[in-house]
């Protein structure tokens, strides 16, 4: 008798079209809906291009010129506060408002989205970690394996640019090739399936149990 039996009709029937990641929401509101999910989407092209710059010009000032990240910290606040200040006493001479101070804080919807990805982060990790699914489990341990060996060839800043220049980029590109992405994925998954059914048969359920001794009941 397999030990996973819930693979056994894969192949008995082809698996319908699936999104990824089995999300039921779009990309914009998996990631959270608000003004991060419209940097990250590109929904305003000038703001994420300005954020992307900012954090390679402060990784290329860390790696590569070889400043401290505090002293290059301390510039960048430096210039965001004179250049805010000569906005806010030249704004009659530019004729343009200057921000006011909701443009620096996080709105309580950005907060909770945090808070919620955060939750069902930890939730993740908890149900993977149960080992409920072999393969997934197999999986995240191989991941978190692979980031270990890429992390002795790279700096912690260095990790942490190229992380945002995903986080930056590929939720815009999944969003605009959406039907292919999904399509390869699908197929992807069949695979994976098919393969660890094959796994089931072979070795796991050739692997030798003990009898199961039956519960005496007075």
Known sequence: MPIYSSYDSDEQHEAPKIRLFDRQKSIHDLLGGGQVADILLWRDKNLSAAILVGFTIVWFLVEVLEYHFITVMCYSLIFLMLAIFNWSKGAGFINRTPPDHHTFTLSNPTIQSFHSKINTLLSTFYHVSRGDDLAQLGVAIAILWILSV????????????????????LPALYERYEELVDEIAGKGNRNVRKLYKKFDSKVLNKIPRGPVKEKKFR
Request: hydrophobic letters at 50%.
């Open 150 to 169: 890429i992390g002795d060839y790279f700096s912690s800043l260095s990790l942490l640019y190229i992380g945002f220049v995903f986080l930056e980029t």
